[in-house]
């Protein structure tokens, strides 16, 4: 049985599914934001194709960005400085690599909402018009290979440990998917520090006072320092989606940004930084569990830690 999910999950990511189905499947039925919304709402399947697919294609991209990072580090980065973060307590290296991480993040995210052809790519992934943790793996590939490039270039660049390389993985992996689970989460008084569901959800919203904002993964406090913040205080979106003409299913979305649109993009223009009333919001995400190097070693790798943080 062991054998035949290797097999399966070299092009597909069986395991990875299989996770976040065990884990997400029951827990949006017990703090169900929108209760009416069944597990195989519309377009469900394709969503689906994603989580199986998409990493196939992440994984291939990230081999040459990550192989690129490193000669890079080595390069850029005096051989001292890598040993030094290295070297580091284990918790403090997290810490460093999420913020570093997350800043990345930020601003690639940005930047596929303020350049049109890129704004192509990533309105499939703001095409969701139902919220679930199926449908945050709704991302193209090209956005999310450039996106966690940028975010994990330096993690790679300055030698963080491989174990906190894993571990942030896994943890975006997780929040990320929680971030467009169907659960009306806010976090309290911690929203402000963690993403939470209702902070992403926002990000998603098709209102214009919630355009361009709440760009971080995880940390909304980078929204806040940027004046991108939109937490209305208890409040849910009424309405996900883009205007844009993106088309239902994943071999369309593949191609979308590559033809000509017949109407311009809902790239909306950077909007001057409102003052918020309430609280935070939060990010994007994604990633496919695949099968990994650590399995075989007992030890974790760093083509582990882009494999899972990549793959959805
Ligand atoms: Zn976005
Ligand atoms: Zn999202």
Redesign the pocket.
């Known amino acids: 049985m062991s054998k035949f999910l290797d097999v399966i999950s070299s092009v597909i990511d069986v395991r990875g599914f299989l996770i976040l189905c065990l884990v997400f499947v029951p827990l949006e039925r017990l703090f169900a934001l929108h209760k009416e919304q069944g597990i195989f709402r519309k377009w469900w399947w394709n969503d689906l194709t994603y989580v199986l697919f998409n990493g196939f294609f992440i994984r291939a991209g990230m081999v040459v960005l990550v192989a690129g990072a490193g000669v890079v580090g080595r390069l850029a980065v005096p051989d001292d400085v890598r040993t030094f973060v290295a070297g580091q307590p284990f918790w403090l290296q997290l810490v460093e690599a999420l913020i570093l991480a997350d800043l990345g993040f930020y601003f690639a995210h940005r930047m596929f909402h303020s350049i049109p052809f890129l704004w192509k790519f990533h309105a499939i992934?703001h095409s969701?018009e139902e919220m679930d943790w199926l449908a945050?793996s709704r991302i193209h590939p090209i956005d999310q290979i450039v996106t966690k490039g940028i975010s994990l270039l330096p993690l790679f660049a300055l030698g963080f440990s491989t174990a906190t390389v894993v571990t942030f993985s896994w943890i975006f992996f997780f929040h990320s998917t929680l971030?467009?689970a169907n659960v009306r989460w806010n976090f309290g008084p911690l929203r402000w520090l963690i993403a939470s569901p209702n902070y992403?959800h926002w990000?998603?919203a098709n209102e214009p006072a919630a355009y361009n904002k709440n760009y971080a993964a995880q940390l909304p406090l980078l929204d806040k320092l940027f004046g991108t913040m939109h937490m209305p205080n208890g409040e849910e979106p009424a309405k996900l989606g883009v205007d844009d003409p993106v088309p239902k299913t994943y071999v369309a979305h593949l191609v979308y940004p590559f033809l000509p649109s017949k109407t311009p993009a809902q790239c909306a223009p950077e909007a001057e930084p409102v003052v918020e009333q309430g609280s935070a919001s939060a990010?994007?995400?994604s990633a496919t569990t695949t099968q990994s190097t650590s399995e075989q070693t007992g030890a974790p790798s760093k083509t582990d830690a882009f494999e899972v943080s990549f793959a959805r």
């Open positions: 992934h969701i945050g971030l467009h992403h990000h998603h990010p994007e995400a």
